[in-house]
């Protein structure tokens, strides 16, 4: 049984400011997170693949958020037996979750779970993003979280990395 599981969502393809990026920011931040705490990773991936174009993921995702959807996920969802701190690693879409994001979570049922929101963004944040979790999963444990430029991802990994580390530290977690 596992107490930490990271779960993530991320994209790659065309983003904004970092232009076309193979490996999406959120993934290489919860790849290092996994490795320091020696956890698990679940990664989120929506059933069909978001378009690689910007603009068109943003009317899709768009969309989604207006329509409060819980879209299907391609993945068979993990054992959830046991755990008590899920990271969650996901990009500020609008100021929410991806909606997949919210797919995850109602199925792995959040009660008596701590949430460590960790959100990649280009500007805005966390934005509404923990508030969006406090009030979904009233039964959880909503943390302080982490908000990562994807620039900053991409272009400075060291700086990322070393924001990652102390985040996790002085949330008690031993590396
Ligand atoms: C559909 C969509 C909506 C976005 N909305 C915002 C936003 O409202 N605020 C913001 O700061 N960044 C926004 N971004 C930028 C992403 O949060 C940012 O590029 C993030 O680092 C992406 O993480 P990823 O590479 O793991 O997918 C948006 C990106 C997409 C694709």
Redesign the pocket.
């Known amino acids: 049984m596992v107490d930490t599981l990271v779960v993530f969502f ?2 790659s393809g065309e ?4 232009g076309c ?1 193979e490996k ?4 290489i931040i919860a790849d290092s997170a996994s490795a320091m705490l020696g956890s698990p990773e679940y990664e989120i991936v929506r059933s069909s693949d978001y378009p690689a174009s ?1 603009e068109e ?2 009317r899709e ?2 969309k989604e958020r207006m329509e409060n959807a819980r879209p299907a996920l391609r993945f068979a969802m993990p054992s959830m037996d046991g755990v008590r701190n899920v990271i969650l690693v996901y ?5 929410d979750l991806p909606m997949p994001v919210y797919s995850f979570l109602d199925a792995a049922g959040m009660d008596g779970r701590r949430i460590y929101p960790i959100c ?6 966390i ?1 509404m993003t923990d508030r969006c979790l406090k009030q979904a999963y009233p039964g959880a444990e909503v943390m302080r979280g982490l908000a990562l ?2 620039t900053v ?1 991409q272009g400075k990994p060291d700086e990322a990395e070393a924001a990652l580390r102390k985040y996790l530290s002085d949330s008690g977690f031993a590396l």
């Open positions: 991320s994209r983003n904004y400011e970092v990026v999406g920011s959120g993934r910007y993921c943003s995702a768009e990009p500020n879409w609008w100021g990649t963004h280009e500007g805005n944040g934005g430029r994807g991802v």
